[in-house]
Nanobody, 122 residues
Framework: QVQLVESGGGLVQAGGSLRLSCAAS????????LGWFRQAPGKEREFVAGISWRGGSTYYADSVKGRFTISRDNAKNTVYLQMISLKPEDTAVYYC???????????????WGQGTQVTVSS
């Protein structure tokens, strides 16, 4: 079992920044890959970014490349999503999740957090 708790969401103006955190407990954090997804109102959940278990590989959705950075601190059992140059279309509930294999498809992920709301005003 893995428990994931996201934090760091909030309301920010367009062009602003936020850093999301996902704290994990349960099985060894450093042994699994992690991803961030988001779901906007009325839309399906979509992949945002992923990071391999050692942190050596990262992947991003085209819509966030150059603006979002995923990182992890295995000593703190935490993965981060640094978001800059935020746009209103980034407004969504952001979720972190674990996966045996890194993937952009949510079916590949087994444990999920409860999500944190990010709202970007224009």
């Amino acid at each position: 079992q893995v428990q994931l708790v996201e934090s760091g969401g909030g309301l920010v103006q367009a062009g602003g920044s936020l850093r999301l955190s996902c704290a994990a407990s349960g099985r060894t954090f450093s042994s699994y890959n992690l991803g961030w997804f988001r779901q906007a109102p009325g839309k399906e959940r979509e992949f945002v970014a992923g990071i391999s278990w050692r942190g050596g590989s990262t992947y991003y959705a085209d819509s966030v490349k150059g603006r979002f950075t995923i990182s992890r601190d295995n000593a703190k059992n935490t993965v981060y999503l640094q978001m800059i140059s935020l746009k209103p279309e980034d407004t969504a509930v952001y979720y972190c999740a674990t996966a045996p294999r890194l993937s952009e498809y949510e079916d590949a992920y087994d444990y999920w957090g409860q999500g944190t709301q990010v709202t970007v005003s224009s």
